[in-house]
């Protein structure tokens, strides 16, 4: 055996030795003689063996090279361009491949383009070579060889509905369904060629989860031009990544149509009793009480926002801190909110509370029972305004079984300016003397429910 077929046998590549032996000899004329026959054969081994990913999700956009296996999911339309300083035109060719890791776009030049838009179709297997680079959508690799690999098997599902908890990093021409649970204002930015950039950002769900959607540019719009509630499809939209979410990104060739049929969603969230310090969570509730908006002035002598509400389920409750535009939004006592990706942090007096800034999503939802696995109290059992027992069912009046009419019921945000009999809690704007036995102190924020008699508050809960 020559060095040539020594060389060959040790070769981890999908290469026939006639190809190889072929290869050898061109490197050899190439170099015009400066290699013989064994460095060319393993100069060449090298650029076959170098590159060799595991799965999609290993390439980088700092490669040289890369090689992998996967499956093609769609193919695009062969598009021509016109060469700098060349008669011909060029051509290339979009299509999307997949493993089980996620997707890439990869890139068809000229011949191959051709040949692809006639033979390629989703569902084959290939084996790809080429160079990754950042593209208009993203990562893609710009393809040097691509081959078909009818006996391999990827396990990708082709043609599947596209779903919240199925997107992948790096998937383009995303096609989903969803309803919009929130929407954020636009911003602007500046590029670094001196133009203006304009982004917004609303949050889709369904029936399988939620996603943050990314708008870009003229698309921006459609974050203000869409309530909360509305069934929307995304069209063309692509995958990134965000500080370890993904997200799905509209740009100028995608689009945000508004639907006629509903999208459902049901919310997973975490019972509040089972909420842990420094954690991030969704939970659901009831709306028990609604502070007023406070402004208050950043570091950076900007103007901000809050709006502190009180969230309760069957299993507990909760003071949640809106931020910025969520201060803004239209709750009040009796409405069901879901409210994901809040961060809990240490509260009042050891207690925990909920943030929900600006990746957070607070939404309300109509008659919506969260999926806590088990058997759980809906958030029906709260619509009234009812408080739970500890048998799961609400108050009632103790003389004839009737629900307690709290049609003069109010509630009362302040500072408690005198703890005591009676409590004294200062608003800013209204003083209040409340009648209660709740231990508060000075200082404490507190909610009061109750009514009022004469001068005093009579509260019923203190929260």
Not at 197 to 216: K, M
Request: some cysteine; charged content about 35%; hydrophobic content about 35%.
């Amino acid at each position: 055996m020559g060095a040539i077929d020594d060389i060959y046998a040790e070769l981890d590549a999908d290469v026939e030795k006639e190809e190889f032996r072929e290869a050898v000899e061109q490197k050899v004329e190439q170099m015009g003689g400066l290699a013989d026959e064994e460095t060319a054969a393993m100069l060449i081994a090298h650029d076959l063996d170098g590159g060799e990913v595991e799965t999609i999700a290993d390439i980088e956009p700092g490669m040289e090279e890369a090689k992998f296996l996967a499956k093609v999911t769609s193919v695009g339309d062969l598009r021509t361009f016109e060469r700098d300083g060349e008669d011909e035109d060029g051509n290339v060719l979009n299509i999307d491949v997949a493993d089980e890791s996620g997707s890439v776009r990869v890139a068809l030049w000229g011949e191959d383009a051709v040949a692809g838009e006639e033979e390629l179709e989703p569902g084959q297997v290939l084996r790809v070579k080429g160079r990754p680079k950042d593209g208009y959508n993203g990562l893609e690799v710009s393809a040097d060889r691509v081959e078909g690999e009818p006996d391999a098997d990827v396990d990708v599902e082709v043609g599947g509905e596209v779903t919240a908890d199925s997107l992948t990093i790096g998937q383009s021409d995303v096609n989903l369904r969803g309803v919009v649970l929130d929407t954020d204002s636009i911003r602007t930015f500046d590029r670094d060629d001196g133009s203006e950039g304009r982004v917004s950002n609303l949050t889709l769900g369904d029936e399988t989860g939620r996603v943050r959607v990314t708008l870009w540019d003229e698309q921006a719009d459609r974050a203000e031009e869409l309530d909360a509630g509305q069934s929307v499809e995304v069209v063309d939209g692509y995958v990134r990544e965000r500080d370890g979410s993904l997200e799905l990104h509209v740009g100028d060739r995608g689009a945000v149509d508004e639907l006629e049929e509903t999208v459902e969603f049901v919310p997973e969230a975490t019972d509040i009793d089972a909420l842990e310090l420094d954690e991030t969570a969704d939970i659901a509730g009831v709306v028990r009480s609604a502070d007023p908006k406070r402004t208050f002035d950043r570091d950076d002598g900007s103007e901000g926002q809050v709006r502190n509400i009180r969230v309760q389920d069957q299993t507990g409750d909760i003071r949640v801190a809106l931020w910025g535009d969520k201060a803004d939004l239209d709750l009040g006592p009796g409405d069901e909110v879901f409210c994901a990706e809040v961060e809990i942090q240490e509260g009042w007096q050891d207690d925990l509370e909920a943030s929900a800034g600006w990746r957070s999503t607070v939404t309300v939802i109509d008659g919506a029972e969260p999926d806590r696995g088990g058997d759980s109290a809906g958030l029906d059992e709260f619509a009234n305004g009812s408080k739970p027992t500890s048998s799961g069912e609400s108050e009632v009046d103790a003389d004839d079984g009737e629900e307690s009419d709290d049609s003069d019921e109010e509630t009362f945000t302040g500072t408690v300016v005198q703890p005591g009999d009676p409590v004294i809690l200062d608003s800013g704007e209204e003083t209040l003397h409340v009648e209660t036995d709740a231990d508060v102190h000075l200082g404490q924020e507190v909610t009061v429910r109750g009514r009022r008699d004469g001068e005093r508050f009579v509260a019923d809960d203190v929260f």
